[in-house]
Nanobody, 124 residues
């Protein structure tokens, strides 16, 4: 069992930056690949970024490449998402999630654990 709690969401102007955090507890954090997802009102949840259990390997959805950076600090059991050059279309509830599978499966296969989300609102 893994518990995930996101934080860092809020209101930010377009072209601004925001850093999200996801604190994990329960089963060994280091052994889980992690990912960020987001969901805007009336839309399906979409994949944002993924990171391997070691933190060495990452990949991103095309629309996030060059703007978002996923990272993790296993000593602190915390996942991060640095978001730069934010756009109004980035407005959504952002969720962190964990899986026992490979980071490369994130976005294609179901995740095992989910946080409750943190709201990011980008104003124009």
């Amino acid at each position: 069992q893994v518990q995930l709690v996101e934080s860092g969401g809020g209101l930010v102007q377009a072209s601004g930056s925001l850093r999200l955090s996801c604190a994990a507890s329960g089963r060994t954090f280091r052994r889980y690949a992690m990912g960020w997802f987001r969901q805007a009102p009336g839309k399906e949840r979409e994949f944002v970024a993924a990171i391997s259990w070691s933190g060495v390997s990452t990949y991103y959805a095309d629309s996030m490449k060059g703007r978002f950076t996923i990272s993790r600090d296993n000593a602190k059991s915390t996942l991060y998402l640095q978001m730069n050059s934010l756009k109004p279309e980035d407005t959504a509830v952002y969720y962190c999630a964990a899986t026992e599978n490979s980071y490369s499966d994130i976005g294609r296969l179901p995740m095992d654990y989910w946080g409750k989300g943190t709201l990011v609102t980008v104003s124009s």
